[in-house]
Structures are given as structure tokens and as C-alpha cells.
């Protein structure tokens, strides 16, 4: 592994001039501060603000009456090889904190825009070719001393808050083999909890949960059961030992219930009719204890999928709502195959399942009690069979990874969805030979649109089960969404447009061109009693696939009506020692 310590040097150069002028020393987050995180309004401590994952900001400054006068306040740009940005920044104790492609972090001073210090890893070579979907990073997480962060080689590294040295690091997996890790973790009482990619790669899933303090091992959960575990006979022979069932997407923590959700994806290979059965648990949202790791109980969406239908994509979201009579402790989530899904988060029983797109012919339908898919077999690619299109969504969604928000006060859940289908033909069974590293049985694959509209922005009303409004795009969307007291939601597009929708009519208010698609997921915090937005703008990821060209960039915006920006003897440039001295007669 190449050297850290030149980056290191560097690092500690930047936040050096910026404490000199700096506020004082940050108070630590602590496990209280996470599970009370609703309570404090002005900071976003975790990667969807509180563990329910509501990405629901109480401040209220902004409003569909005033948003028309935001502007920015200030930007930066991240830099690097602009391969896309989808993360969620954090905001604590006046300092942004955000990370960039190839895991790269920045921690920010919010009142002027200038770096307090800066971290970039280094890899080994070879590490793109093994990489799916880009070298993104969806975001950080916070706890006493340190910042936590993915690398993409699997590493898990604590970064010291103060000026963001390494205290540790631990390693996860050999990236050779295909996985990588690209999510943001999640801090449950003192563990660090991880997942990882690599679905395609022939890999097994699994979560694993780290020492805060120390970065030690703890516990590691698979999401595909081995031989004597249930759920083990859903997989023909040795096929559970590749199965996939990756942990790209960050999971959420109900504190009350002490229970950690995690969602896994798509069975491996792409061949279904080689690994008969339903595949548990692929495709399915599970239940851990958080201090053990054993598995409490999981719910599966696409059983013995041979479409690429991700469970885990996007993370979902608990809410406490009465539906039909009945108080229920909920989880919400808009599925990769074109549904969205309400179960009792207790013990993840089944409620009820809607449509988010017209014309899903996968399936012949949901089981209203169960909630168990029937696949249709007319739209299922057999191995060495014909091709089948169009089938309905894409392998992409639906909605993929990109967060939704919900309003507790108006009890709508937002969400961002893609109206599109696919063709399919599955390789010859013969074909398929795992190599380490290398793809693991994928099918022959094309992407349709089905329309002149291709996103949608949506509302839906959990309660009264029905959509409240939609806001479509030309183009796809691969925005998370941020909804406010204030009653707007923001969201953005791949054309870079970063936008305020009215949370209650669907009116798109205000719209500013970022310069480059927006794949990441906005937030909104407080500082010195003002309300700003900030926002992560530049394509990458999976909408680099479908665009010949595109404007590619890497910024972070930063919005507020009336914001001010301070000014500061801080600089963003690091100056080569001894370049241009200082002349002295």
C-alpha cells in the first residue's frame, strides 16, 4: 500500500493555518448526541440526519413564501479527476464535513468556505478495473474523536476530528476479489457498522461492525445464509457461497426497538435458473442486533431475482403512522422493482405495496397478506435463452440508491424514481466461471425509455395510501431528497438544476444550474442563527453510462436568503514550500 504520510503532511499544513484564526475546540459527537439527533436542529451529525432516516431538517427560515430569494453564499470545488460526487455532507460545531470521489474528505469552516484540513487517500493500481457503478462515495459518519470513512479499497479509516490524521484504519476485504465499498458507515452505540460492493463479482454479503475507539473487529453478519443456518436450503448446492446479497447502502438504527436494518442486493449470478429457489437473503431487508450481528428476522422483495433488482436501494425509512386504524411502527421503502413497501419494522410483517411506476410487468403480482412477488415467467431470461424486453422497471429502478425524505408533519414520503425497462438475455449456463475479480454470469443488457418524461419527483401519503403529486424530469434522476418544516422539499436533476418544490402542491419554486448533474443528497443545518442548504453537484456514477458527454465538475454549493460569508486569513491553496520566497533586500 502506498505511503499516506505526504498526504498527511499536507493535511496537517491546511488545518494548522485555519485553527490559527479558528473557533474554539469542537465538541465531541457522543452516542447521545446520535440518538437525540432530531432534538438538535441546527446540525446533520449522520448520514440521514437522525437514525430513522427521515432526512427531515425542523428549521423553518425557508419557506415556499421566501425561497425564491435564496442565493449562494458561497462554493468549493472538490477537485481530483471529477468522477462524481453522491455524497451526504455532515454539518457539526460550525465545520462541513464532505467527502469526494475515491474517498476523499474535506473538512470545511462554514462561515468562510475555507478548508480546515483535507484528507486523500492513495491505492494500489489495478483498483478501477474491479470497481462497479464508479469510484463514488456516498458519504461520513461522526463520533467522539474521529470522522469515519470508506475507502474504496475497503478500508475503514478514523480520521482525528482536530486536523484529520489517521488514528486507524482496518481492512475489510481483499478489493481484488471484486469488492469494494463505496457507503457511508453507520455508528450504533460504540460500533462502527459497514457494508461493502462487489454484488456482481461472485462475492457473499455481509455487514461487519468495528471498534469505534479502536478499530478491532467485533462481529461479521453474512446476509447469505451457510450450511445449518436458515434459510441455507433456498440456495441449490454451493451456490449461497457466491451468492452476492451486497451492503452498498448505508443501514438505519431504530434505538428504541435496539435493532439495526440492513438492506441486501441482487442474487449472484444473473442466472437465476442456475441457483433455483428463493435466494434468501437477497434482495430483502433484514433486521440485526446491533451487538451481536445475528439476524432478528428479513423480508424479501424479489425472490430468486433475475433482474438485478437491488433490495437494499435505496435505505429505508422508519416512521410511526396509522394506517387503516392501526398504529404501526413502520419502515418505508420505494423499491429498485418499481414498488413502494410499508412494513411493521418490528417484525417486518407485511403492510401493504404500491406501484411507483406505470406498466411493471415482472411480476403477476404481490401477495396482499404475504406480500411475496410472483415472478411472471414469460419475462424471465433463462440461461442461453432468447432475449425478453421490454421488462419493466430497468435493472436501475424504480428508485436505486438515492435517498428519499419524509414529512412527519404532512405524513408524505418524497422520492425520486425512473420510468424505464430493459432488455434482458442471460448468457449460456456454461459461461458462467467465477474468477476472482473478474464479473460473475451477466447478462446481455439494453436500456429503453418508455417516454418523452423519463424521472419523476414524488409525493406519497403513507397513511392514506395514495400519491399527492409528481414533478417529472426530461432526463433520469439520481438526486436524494431533503425535506423541511419549512414545507419544501429540494432535490436535483442531471441537468444540474438544484431545485425547491412546494412539499404540499408539487410547484417547483426556484431553480439554480449548478454546472453539472447532481447525484448527491442535500442537507440543511444552522449557523449563527441562518438557515442554509448545501449541496453536492457533479455526474458521475451510474448516469455516466447512458450520456456521451456530459459537464463534469465537482462542487459543493452552499444557499441561504441573506447568508453571510465571513471573511478569513485562511486559504483553500496550499503554497509549495520555498516556491515563491519572500524577498528580502
Known sequence: MKSLSKIAVLGAATVAVGLLYASPVQAHVETEDLVNADANKAEWLMYGRTYDNQRFSPLTEITPANVSEMTPVWAFSTGGKFAGLEGTPLFHDGVLYVSADYARVFAIDARTGMVKWRYVPEYDEGLDAVVCCGPSNRGLALKGDFVYVQLLDTRLVALNIADGTVAWEATMDDWRQGIASTGAPLVVKDHVIVGHAGGEFGVRGYIRSYNAQTGALEWTAYTIPGPGEPGNETWPGDTWMRGGGTTWVTGIYDPELDLLYWGAGNPAPWNADVRLGDNLWSNSLIAFDPDSGDIQWGFQFTPNDPFDYDGNAPG????????????????VQSNRNGFLYVLNR????????VPTIDGINWTTG??????RASIDMTMYPMSGGPKIEPIIPNLEGGTNWFPAAYNPDLGYIFFNTNDWAMMLKAIPEEDIVYVPGEYYGLHDFQAYRLGENFGYTKAFDVANKKFVWE????EMLFAGLLATKGGLVFTGDERGFFMAIDAKSGEVLWRFQTGSGINASPISYELDGKQYVAILSGMGGDPLYYYLEEPKGGMLWVFAIDGVLQDSPASNVVPIPGAVPLFEQ
Open 366 to 371: 404481490i401477495d396482499p397478506v404475504t406480500g
Open 471 to 474: 414533478v417529472p424530469s426530461t
Open 316 to 331: 429505508p425509512i422508519l416512521i410511526d403512522v396509522t394506517i387503516d386504524g392501526e398504529a404501526i411502527k413502520a419502515m
Open 346 to 353: 418490528e417484525n417486518g410483517e407485511f403492510i401493504y405495496a
